[in-house]
């Protein structure tokens, strides 16, 4: 018979046990030696993240003491709602993108409800957020009690109310969260909605200056449905306690209580529904037979009859992995957002950021160049997204020259249908530069986008470095990808520079034009020269690609 | 059929200080079943990994249908057919569009393409899903993919690596008689699994490989020959497996150090 334990741990020894493992895996991830680059990277981001918590926090603590000794005790909830949005909504952000099933995992072990939903919250607490949090709300404590010291029990109560509120409340939507994120799709659209935010957010300087005087109002008649909110309830109480009115401040307590009890019952329901088993597969239920439609594209004409079947089909599959991954599919949504952003703030008749609107004779070149840079960072780790799937490019009879040209096929379709697209919104909005600009651009185009497709291949082969779709959480690429990405563009910049300033000391508007259509020709040749080289780099280098991409 | 569909002189690879596959010499010939064993870092897949193009190794030669793999890397690829170790699928693909990428990487016209993925996803059971993304599969189905693209362009060579792990019982069932039926059609297959029963069941010719080095090859009954079983009794390939691999004493766990669990 075997021997079981007579006693389990205590709640306190779990917690304590479940530290250690997260200590251990962390320092057994940075053990690895290209993991060593990322502690580096983790001590400056700690630095960084410690010094902003404090600088925050003095303004919290200077804050609070403002407002109670400026007679505004009410305005004390604005550094209230500050904390709550920002303990809410930052472990979406950071966290939500990846799939996170380790707190989940200790279920297989003899935990009990209780002790499992104690380890669920604390383990809110070790959060960055949290931490951040609770160093801004001792710091409001420290600066309201400096203005008025009688204040200090109601924001000591009150501070651990909210904190219990917050803890509580955080750790149940990002409970949900993470039934709703176990979906591949779920995630995919979270990150796509995620990155229109983002886009979304450049526009709200623009619109605040056209519409912000006739929202005043509207923004009026909103805030009394927010005292109601935890974040104004405990503002309302520590401005009751500041001013005597402790009816207020037993309103304030008593509603953050109700609120920690609600949020409680919920998050202990969402934990029971958890500890019972509660099924995040990935994998599609099981469907039913379904009679196959004839299949109609063999009889089709192929659209990519010109090229070989191996450059076809990579160019298939490109096209299919860029229509399904959101990242990638929404990169090529920002561009022309962009330049209708920046089109209206700094060209036109009436630019929104300056008085004067910058000439299209510069502003059109720098938008393209501007476009390049953006839409050219991927080709440098152009295998990213393969995955394993890289083996079959290696098990499969062709020559990496073959699968190159169909990658970069793909990659000149969609740089053309952006620039496009780009040069059709502003032709629309501001116009189009002069005959000799625009040939100049066009060439300078051709050759900056050839020269750097054949030093980027090189990069891909050098560097590759595994992304996963519709994730952001551990997505970065290889270090020395983005330096090579970097120095390629100050390079090509460097040559185009001088021709720039040649033609304007010359007077010559034609000249850039000529030149820039030599050089295209010359990069157009160097890149078709340096297939087969890169081919054969492949071969030597496919080890450390498959041991990359595979892992 | 006595012709040699595959060939090593001395194959090895190194990795750092560590030898994986130590000089090893094999020949499989053409139309065999082949079996290719040893236990847990043995060399295995090291050693179908340098076969099938996705490893270079450090010294040796590999010739397969009489052509040296390095001088004739793509007219070598183009014969054979893999599935290999993590099967390497595309994953933001369907399974139909998977098989017809390979279809097309293999040389092979649309329509022969298109035709011969619908018959593979339909023998492979895969055909109720025509929209599901291979990242959505279960492993098991993944591996059924895995050697759909394998087989269709019809390899002469087919490399398998643990071809039947995850994949159910009536699947299996239908994938070992079609590998059956390739290998009477002249079709040489090379198989590793950790399953010993299936291996004993499938394949004429077995090759045992320990720590890098081929200790073991030959015909199941010349494996048999050279090993004492109980007397009236059939020699297993687990008992030829455990008495040449667990040789050099100390190989197996002892249980009395686990007494605790008795």
Same mark, same amino acid.
């Given at each position: 018979?075997?021997?079981?334990?007579?006693?389990?741990?205590?709640?306190?020894?779990?917690?304590?046990?479940?530290?250690?493992?997260?200590?251990?895996?962390?320092?057994?991830?940075?053990?690895?030696?290209?993991?060593?680059?990322?502690?580096?990277?983790?001590?400056?981001?700690?630095?960084?993240?410690?010094?902003?918590?404090?600088?925050?926090?003095?303004?919290?603590?200077?804050?609070?003491?403002?407002?109670?000794?400026?007679?505004?005790?009410?305005?004390?909830?604005?550094?209230?709602?500050?904390?709550?949005?920002?303990?809410?909504?930052?472990?979406?952000?950071?966290?939500?993108?990846?799939?996170?099933?380790?707190?989940?995992?200790?279920?297989?072990?003899?935990?009990?409800?209780?002790?499992?939903?104690?380890?669920?919250?604390?383990?809110?607490?070790?959060?960055?957020?949290?931490?951040? $949090?609770?160093?801004?709300?001792?710091?409001?404590?420290i @600066?309201?009690?400096?203005?008025?010291?009688?204040?200090?029990?109601?924001?000591?109560?009150?501070?651990?109310?909210?904190?219990?509120?917050?803890?509580?409340?955080?750790?149940?939507?990002?409970?949900?969260?993470e039934?709703?994120?176990?979906?591949?799709?779920?995630?995919?659209?979270?990150?796509?909605?995620?990155?229109?935010?983002?886009?979304?957010?450049?526009?709200?300087?623009?619109?605040?200056?056209?519409?912000?005087?006739?929202?005043?109002?509207?923004?009026?008649q909103?805030?009394?449905?927010?005292?109601?909110?935890?974040?104004?309830?405990?503002?309302?109480?520590?401005?009751?306690?500041?001013?005597?009115?402790?009816?207020?401040?037993?309103?304030?307590?008593?509603?953050?209580?109700?609120?920690?009890?609600?949020?409680?019952?919920?998050?202990?329901?969402?934990?029971?529904?958890q500890?019972? @088993?509660?099924?995040?597969?990935?994998?599609?239920?099981?469907?039913?037979?379904?009679?196959?439609?004839?299949?109609?594209?063999?009889?089709?004409?192929?659209?990519?009859?010109?090229?070989t079947?191996?450059?076809?089909?990579?160019?298939?599959?490109?096209?299919?992995?860029?229509?399904?991954n959101?990242?990638?599919?929404?990169?090529?949504? =920002?561009?022309?957002?962009?330049?209708?952003?920046?089109?209206?703030?700094?060209?036109?008749?009436?630019?929104?950021?300056?008085?004067?609107?910058?000439?299209?004779?510069?502003?059109?070149?720098? =938008?393209m160049?501007?476009?390049?840079?953006?839409?050219?960072?991927?080709?440098?780790?152009?295998?990213?997204?393969? @995955?394993?799937g890289?083996?079959?490019?290696?098990?499969?009879?062709?020559?990496?020259?073959?699968?190159?040209?169909?990658?970069?096929?793909?990659?000149?379709?969609?740089?053309?249908?952006?620039?496009?697209?780009?040069m059709?919104?502003?032709?629309?909005?501001?116009?189009?530069? $002069?005959?000799?600009?625009?040939?100049?651009?066009?060439?300078?185009?051709?050759?900056?986008?050839?020269?750097?497709?054949?030093?980027?291949?090189? $990069?891909?082969?050098?560097?590759?470095?595994?992304l996963?779709?519709?994730?952001?959480?551990?997505?970065?690429?290889?270090?020395?990808?983005v330096?090579?990405?970097?120095?390629?563009?100050?390079l090509?910049?460097?040559?185009?520079a001088?021709?720039?300033?040649?033609?304007?000391?010359?007077?010559?508007?034609?000249?850039?034009?000529?030149?820039f259509?030599?050089?295209?020709?010359?990069?157009?040749a160097?890149?078709? $020269?340096?297939?087969?080289?890169?081919?054969?780099?492949?071969?030597?280098?496919?080890?450390?690609?498959?041991?990359?991409?595979?892992? | 059929?006595?012709?040699?569909?595959?060939?090593?002189? +001395?194959?090895?690879?190194r990795?750092?200080?560590?030898?994986?596959?130590?000089?090893?010499?094999?020949t499989?010939?053409?139309?065999?079943?082949?079996?290719?064993?040893?236990?847990?870092?043995?060399?295995?897949?090291?050693?179908?990994?340098?076969?099938?193009?996705?490893?270079?190794?450090?010294?040796?030669?590999?010739?397969?249908?009489?052509?040296?793999?390095?001088?004739?890397?793509?007219?070598? +690829?183009?014969?054979?057919?893999?599935?290999?170790?993590?099967?390497?699928?595309?994953?933001?693909?369907?399974?139909?569009?998977?098989?017809?990428?390979?279809?097309?990487?293999?040389?092979?016209?649309?329509?022969?393409t298109?035709?011969?993925?619908?018959?593979?996803?339909?023998?492979?059971? /895969?055909?109720?899903?025509?929209?599901?993304?291979?990242?959505?599969?279960?492993?098991?189905?993944?591996?059924?993919?895995a050697?759909a693209?394998?087989?269709?362009?019809?390899?002469?060579?087919?490399f398998?690596?643990?071809?039947?792990?995850?994949?159910?019982?009536?699947?299996?069932?239908?994938? +070992?008689?079609?590998?059956?039926?390739?290998?009477?059609?002249?079709?040489?297959?090379? /198989?590793?699994?950790?399953?010993?029963?299936?291996?004993?069941?499938l394949?004429?010719?077995?090759?045992?490989?320990?720590?890098?080095?081929?200790v073991?090859?030959?015909?199941?009954?010349?494996?048999?020959?050279?090993?004492?079983?109980?007397?009236?009794? +059939?020699?297993?390939?687990?008992?030829?497996?455990?008495?040449?691999?667990?040789?050099?004493?100390?190989?197996?766990?002892?249980?009395?150090?686990?007494?605790?669990?008795?």
């Amino acid at each position: 018979m075997a021997d079981v334990a007579a006693h389990l741990p205590g709640v306190w020894e779990q917690i304590r046990l479940v530290a250690g493992l997260r200590w251990r895996i962390l320092g057994n991830k940075l053990r690895k030696k290209h993991n060593q680059w990322d502690l580096l990277g983790m001590i400056v981001a700690g630095v960084f993240a410690t010094l902003a918590i404090l600088g925050i926090s003095v303004g919290y603590g200077f804050g609070a003491y403002a407002f109670l000794s400026g007679g505004h005790e009410a305005w004390i909830a604005l550094l209230f709602w500050g904390v709550f949005l920002f303990w809410q909504l930052f472990p979406i952000f950071t966290a939500g993108f990846g799939v996170g099933f380790e707190f989940r995992n200790l279920l297989r072990f003899p935990l009990s409800l209780r002790a499992f939903y104690v380890i669920g919250l604390a383990y809110g607490l070790a959060d960055f957020a949290a931490v951040a $949090s609770v160093c801004w709300l001792l710091a409001m404590t420290i @600066g309201a009690t400096v203005a008025n010291s009688s204040v200090l029990p109601a924001m000591l109560a009150i501070s651990t109310l909210f904190l219990l509120m917050n803890i509580t409340l955080e750790r149940m939507i990002g409970s949900w969260l993470e039934r709703i994120l176990a979906r591949r799709r779920a995630r995919e659209m979270f990150f796509a909605l995620f990155i229109l935010f983002a886009v979304s957010v450049q526009f709200i300087n623009p619109l605040v200056q056209r519409y912000g005087r006739t929202a005043q109002p509207w923004v009026r008649q909103v805030v009394p449905y927010l005292t109601v909110f935890p974040p104004s309830l405990a503002g309302r109480a520590i401005a009751g306690a500041a001013q005597h009115n402790f009816t207020d401040t037993l309103v304030g307590a008593a509603g953050i209580s109700a609120y920690v009890l609600l949020f409680s019952v919920f998050l202990w329901l969402r934990f029971a529904t958890q500890y019972r @088993g509660e099924e995040l597969s990935e994998s599609a239920a099981p469907a039913r037979s379904v009679v196959r439609p004839v299949s109609r594209t063999a009889e089709q004409a192929d659209a990519l009859r010109l090229l070989t079947p191996q450059v076809a089909a990579v160019l298939r599959k490109e096209f299919r992995y860029l229509t399904r991954n959101s990242f990638a599919f929404f990169l090529l949504i =920002m561009p022309p957002v962009f330049v209708l952003l920046f089109t209206t703030q700094f060209a036109g008749r009436h630019p929104t950021a300056m008085k004067h609107p910058v000439s299209t004779e510069f502003f059109f070149p720098g =938008m393209m160049a501007y476009l390049l840079l953006i839409l050219m960072a991927p080709a440098y780790n152009s295998f990213a997204y393969d @995955g394993k799937g890289i083996q079959t490019f290696f098990t499969a009879p062709v020559s990496f020259r073959e699968v190159f040209l169909g990658k970069n096929l793909l990659q000149a379709g969609m740089l053309a249908f952006e620039l496009t697209l780009s040069m059709v919104a502003f032709s629309y909005l501001v116009g189009l530069p $002069s005959l000799p600009v625009l040939l100049a651009t066009l060439a300078a185009i051709i050759f900056n986008v050839t020269g750097q497709m054949t030093i980027a291949n090189w $990069s891909s082969l050098s560097f590759p470095r595994k992304l996963n779709f519709g994730q952001m959480r551990g997505q970065r690429q290889s270090g020395m990808a983005v330096l090579v990405s970097f120095g390629t563009q100050i390079l090509l910049g460097g040559i185009s520079a001088p021709i720039l300033f040649i033609s304007r000391w010359t007077g010559d508007k034609w000249l850039p034009a000529e030149v820039f259509a030599f050089l295209a020709a010359v990069a157009i040749a160097g890149y078709s $020269s340096s297939l087969n080289p890169l081919a054969a780099l492949a071969e030597k280098k496919k080890e450390s690609l498959i041991d990359a991409l595979s892992r | 059929m006595t012709d040699a569909a595959i060939v090593t002189q +001395k194959l090895t690879r190194r990795f750092g200080n560590l030898t994986a596959v130590d000089g090893v010499d094999l020949t499989v010939a053409a139309g065999q079943f082949f079996g290719f064993l040893g236990p847990n870092g043995a060399g295995k897949s090291t050693t179908i990994k340098m076969l099938t193009g996705l490893l270079a190794p450090s010294s040796g030669r590999a010739e397969l249908l009489g052509l040296d793999f390095a001088a004739h890397p793509v007219e070598v +690829k183009r014969q054979i057919g893999v599935v290999p170790e993590g099967m390497g699928l595309f994953e933001r693909l369907t399974g139909a569009e998977y098989l017809q990428f390979v279809g097309r990487m293999y040389g092979l016209d649309r329509p022969t393409t298109q035709r011969r993925s619908e018959e593979l996803l339909d023998f492979m059971q /895969l055909s109720d899903r025509p929209k599901t993304l291979i990242a959505d599969y279960s492993h098991g189905m993944q591996k059924k993919l895995a050697l759909a693209a394998a087989v269709i362009h019809g390899p002469r060579i087919l490399f398998l690596d643990e071809p039947f792990e995850g994949v159910d019982a009536l699947a299996a069932g239908a994938l +070992k008689a079609l590998l059956g039926r390739m290998t009477e059609r002249g079709v040489t297959i090379f /198989l590793t699994s950790h399953v010993l029963e299936i291996v004993e069941r499938l394949c004429s010719h077995v090759a045992i490989i320990h720590k890098g080095r081929l200790v073991a090859q030959g015909s199941l009954d010349e494996l048999r020959a050279g090993i004492a079983g109980e007397e009236g009794s +059939k020699t297993t390939l687990e008992q030829i497996f455990l008495s040449i691999v667990g040789q050099d004493g100390g190989q197996r766990p002892q249980l009395e150090e686990l007494s605790w669990l008795m």
